[in-house]
């Protein structure tokens, strides 16, 4: 069973626009972390933000923000004010903490374009 | 600066010649693990390293070999190369602990791979 689903192939916004990035994961472990990261076409990974499940408050770094519904199983990523610089695939991941490695499971990402 | 190195960046090879990818981090980390990218499947794991002389499977580790005798190295070796190998590689580390965080997640530049 897919643990991690990102159900947008594509999302187009406008400059300055907000935009959900939907993700939704599967996991019986109480402890796990959830992460988001971007690809630009270059192809490198850039971290964006990280939540644990036991964090109290919806994690932010900057303009990223992350709407963490634990009871639903989702951990969707906000980007507000989008700039064209946002245009790139952007991937959920998740890490379970009670496994004795620390494979990231990725979703099969979500392609961001921003338009002016 | 901590950071991951992967070599080489780019490589065009061919059918059945044996490569090696290499990757090396600064920063002391015990776990190292590889992935490969390809479209629509999001990143998926093909071996990771928990120490020194201890490495497992990942989801995809067919043609592929990897051996870590010392702590910073974790090189990726392809015996015998062939075209479902063409991917975009990540090579990743991070130590293992009770306390993780989205940037101890340290992941190389990546790795174009192509196998004609």
């Known amino acids: 069973a897919q643990k991690i689903t990102q159900t947008q192939p594509g999302m187009f916004v406008q400059e300055k626009e907000a935009v959900t990035l939907d993700c939704t994961y599967d996991?019986?472990?109480?402890?796990?972390?959830l992460f988001w990261y971007k690809q630009p076409s270059s192809g490198e990974m850039i971290f964006l933000i990280y939540?644990?499940?036991?964090?109290?408050q919806n994690a932010t770094e900057g303009r990223y923000s992350l709407n963490f519904q634990k009871a639903r199983k989702s951990a969707n990523l906000v980007i507000s004010a989008s700039q064209l610089g946002d245009s790139a695939m952007y991937f959920c991941?998740?890490?379970?903490?009670?496994?004795?490695?620390?494979?990231?499971?990725f979703g099969k990402g979500t392609t961001l374009s921003v338009s002016s | 600066e901590a950071q991951v190195t992967q070599n080489p960046r780019y490589l065009i090879t061919v059918t059945g010649k044996k490569l090696t990818v290499t990757c090396s981090q600064n920063m002391n980390h015990e776990y190292m693990s590889w992935y490969r990218q390809d479209p629509g499947l999001g990143l998926r794991q093909i071996y990771y390293s928990m120490n020194v002389e201890v490495t497992d499977k990942g989801d995809v580790p067919e043609g592929y070999k990897v051996s870590r005798k010392e702590k910073r190295n974790f090189p990726l070796i392809l015996e015998s190369p062939s075209p479902n190998q063409t991917s975009l590689y990540f090579c990743?580390?991070?130590?293992?602990?009770?306390?993780?965080?989205?940037?101890?997640?340290?992941f190389g530049e990546g790795s174009w791979l192509t196998v004609v």
């Open positions: 939540q644990g499940s036991y964090d109290q």
């Open positions: 996991t019986s472990d109480p402890s796990y972390g």
């Open positions: 990743a580390s991070s130590p293992i602990g009770d306390s993780y965080s989205g940037n101890t997640i340290y």
């Open positions: 991941a998740m890490r379970e903490t009670n496994q004795a490695g620390t494979a990231l499971i």
